[in-house]
């Protein structure tokens, strides 16, 4: 079993600025991948970010160059940092772990809202 909790959602101007943290227990070593999700009102899941156990990257059209994954294992925390926020960016942050055996756990979400 594999538990993720968010943290770090909020409210920002648009043009701002905020750090999403995602935080691991359980048995950690069994992921290999970790991604970012997010859903707004009235509208499906999207992909957002994925970083891999080797570090390798990979975004959305709708956060490149704005957006930055990355994990610090020894916390067990993975990280989305997003700048130049916009209000099309409001919505519930999904955690995503891929395990090697195909199980696939979410955290509980945290909500980002961007004023105009």
């Known amino acids: 079993q594999v538990r993720l909790v968010e943290s770090g959602g909020g409210v920002v101007q648009t043009g701002g600025s905020l750090v999403l943290n995602c935080t691991v227990s359980?048995?950690?070593?069994?992921?290999?991948?970790y991604a970012w999700y997010r859903q707004a009102p009235g509208k499906k899941r999207e992909w957002v970010a994925t970083i891999t156990s080797s570090r390798s990257r990979a975004y959305a059209d709708s956060v490149k160059g704005r957006f930055t994954v990355s994990r610090n294992p020894a916390a067990n925390t993975h990280y989305l940092q997003m700048r130049s926020l916009e209000p099309a960016d409001t919505a519930v942050y999904y955690c995503?772990?891929?395990?090697?055996?195909?199980?696939?756990?979410w955290g509980q979400g945290t909500q980002v809202t961007v004023s105009s």
């Open positions: 995503h772990a891929a395990t090697t055996n195909d199980q696939y756990y």
């Open positions: 359980g048995s950690t070593d069994s992921v290999n991948i």
